[in-house]
């Protein structure tokens, strides 16, 4: 009969017996000698006649049947273990399936069983000597391996005709192998945070654990059993509540699964793209899209499924929601609140507000590219949105930030001439025809503004009511202006009596009047 056959095997050729009825046809179909066939099925009858009976025996009692000689005890467990390995690499993908939970099934029902270390080594070494994709080192949902592409990719700019070279970030989680792939400006830390951030709204769901190279933008200092990472991929993790790990330095098996899919990403991504030309980097993000979608919905080589269906049906289930905010790159710079009470944004070239009163005062500019806070002494005294241009010296003022008379002029800067006479109407008619006068008597409206605003000051110092008298000596010399004005209040010229003229020209006939002169 040549070698034992493990119990699967053994019922696998009785249940071809039982579908051909022939020693020969079943031999044929299972590629083994006719002799092996006969020798099974005669021990099947031995027990029961009807072998469809047999074949509903629970495993301790089937071994009795064919493997009852206490000489090959060692060879029963082993059939045993064997014939349960396909099972056991199935159960394992279910949520909270576990080796250890397996293994005390598997010594409940076997108590002279393998001891769990043996139980696992025996079950890797049986996965792999059977060639199953299932890997027993990958949990479903628990890691993402990265790793940038050793090859770029390009866009060319339509106005100039410049090409850009553009980095390519892989992903994948090595249990399903469902990947991704984004193409970025650089390597740096921003760029590479971006790509992560891609890489989970892809996913749309968080792993337990990212797993990269010892890249600069992820790790500070690389270290076998501590690395140090860096301080933006830490607040990512904090963000996303999720754990970052770093492949020992040359040790590409540690991340063998990301390895292996950037020579995939080569053939299925690089290779269907390479006569296309891109026009921007968005442009060239849907063209990779689009290949990664056609990826990840082909057929296993080698079992049932595709990576997305094997990922939404066992990865996403167990993995952990995205939050509802994506993990914004916070910077930190130092920045003296100016005379003009605004902090200056080294980096865009943008000037920011804060109260006036911290003028002087150093303080420390967070910002992020959505949102600017200025701190002083770990209080927050402002915030601003981002201001959209570059290099641009604008301002981003907030008039509670302002002091008074800086708002009483902003306020100014937005009205018109009418706004000036309504104002000067309100304290009489005098002061509105003064206001007329002055708005009337430059070549531009807005040239008086200033003019206006002052006299208004004037009514605020001395009252109202003396504005109004001393508008009314202007308007009977027919002119008016802030200076005249504020000769007249500062001299107290509006409190005085008009004097009545002590000389008259008496009438005579020697002297002509005006009509003479007509």
């Given at each position: ?35 092996t ?78 001891g ?9 070494n ?31 700019d ?6 850009h ?38 996913f749309?769901k ?45 040790k590409?098996k ?56 094997v ?69 927050r ?63 531009h409206?807005?040239?008086?503004y ?51 003229p ?9 002297i ?7």
């Open positions: 009969m040549g070698k034992i056959k493990r119990m699967d095997q053994v019922k696998t050729i009785l249940r071809v017996y039982l579908e051909t009825g022939s020693i020969k046809g079943s031999a044929r179909r299972l590629g083994v000698s006719k002799n066939v006969k020798i099974y099925v005669r021990k099947a009858r031995s027990h029961c006649e009807d072998l469809s009976k047999v074949l509903l025996l629970t495993d301790v009692d089937f071994l009795k049947v064919f493997y009852s000689s206490d000489s090959k005890a060692s060879t029963s467990r082993e059939l045993v273990f064997e014939g349960k390995v396909t099972d056991w690499t199935k159960a394992l993908s279910k949520v909270g399936v576990t080796r250890y939970l397996l293994w005390e099934e598997y010594r409940e029902e076997y108590p002279d069983g393998f769990y270390s043996q139980f696992c080594r025996r079950l890797r049986a996965v792999r000597r059977k060639d199953l994709t299932l890997s027993l080192d990958h949990n479903p949902g628990e890691k993402v391996q990265i790793d940038f592409a050793g090859k770029k990719m390009q866009w060319v339509s106005s100039s005709g410049e090409v070279d553009c980095e390519v970030l892989v992903a994948v989680m090595p249990y399903s192998q469902y990947s991704f792939a984004v193409a970025v400006p650089s390597q740096k830390t921003a760029d590479f945070i971006q790509a992560i951030n891609q890489t989970f709204l892809y749309g968080l792993p337990q654990v990212v797993l990269s190279d010892n890249l600069k933008a992820f790790v500070v200092r690389s270290n076998r059993y501590q690395p140090k990472f860096n301080e933006l991929c830490i607040q990512l993790a904090t963000h996303y509540q999720i754990d970052l790990e770093a492949a020992r330095v040359r590409p540690d991340k063998a699964s990301v390895e292996n899919m950037v020579r995939t990403i080569y053939s299925r991504v690089y290779a269907p793209l390479r006569n296309k030309t891109f026009h921007s980097l968005a442009e060239l993000n849907e063209g990779i899209r689009e290949q990664l979608t056609i990826h990840n919905n082909k057929p296993y080589q080698k079992k049932e499924g595709t990576r997305q269906s990922f939404e049906q066992y990865e996403s289930p167990v993995m952990k929601d995205l939050p509802p905010d994506l993990f914004e790159i916070k910077q930190t710079t130092k920045a003296k609140v100016q005379r003009n009470y605004h902090v200056f944004l080294g980096e865009e070239r943008n000037y920011y507000s804060v109260p006036f009163k911290y003028v002087g005062k150093q303080t420390t500019v967070v910002y992020t590219s959505k949102i600017v806070e200025v701190y002083l002494d770990n209080q005294i402002a915030i601003h949105e981002r201001l959209p241009g570059r290099d641009t010296y604008m301002h981003q003022t907030n008039t509670t930030h302002m002091p008074k008379n800086h708002i009483e002029w902003k306020t100014s800067q937005g009205y018109d001439a009418a706004y000036f006479l309504e104002q000067a109407q309100k304290i009489g008619d005098a002061t509105c025809w003064a206001f007329g006068h002055i708005l009337t008597s430059r070549i409206q807005s040239q008086g200033n003019s206006c605003r002052a006299i208004l000051q004037l009514g605020k110092k001395y009252s109202n009511e003396r504005l109004e008298k001393a508008a009314l000596r202007c308007q009977k010399i027919g002119k008016a202006s802030y200076s005249i004005l504020n000769n007249i209040l500062s001299k107290n010229l509006d409190q005085q009596a008009e004097q009545i002590l000389f008259k020209t008496p009438e005579h006939d020697n002509r009047g005006a009509e003479k002169y007509q």
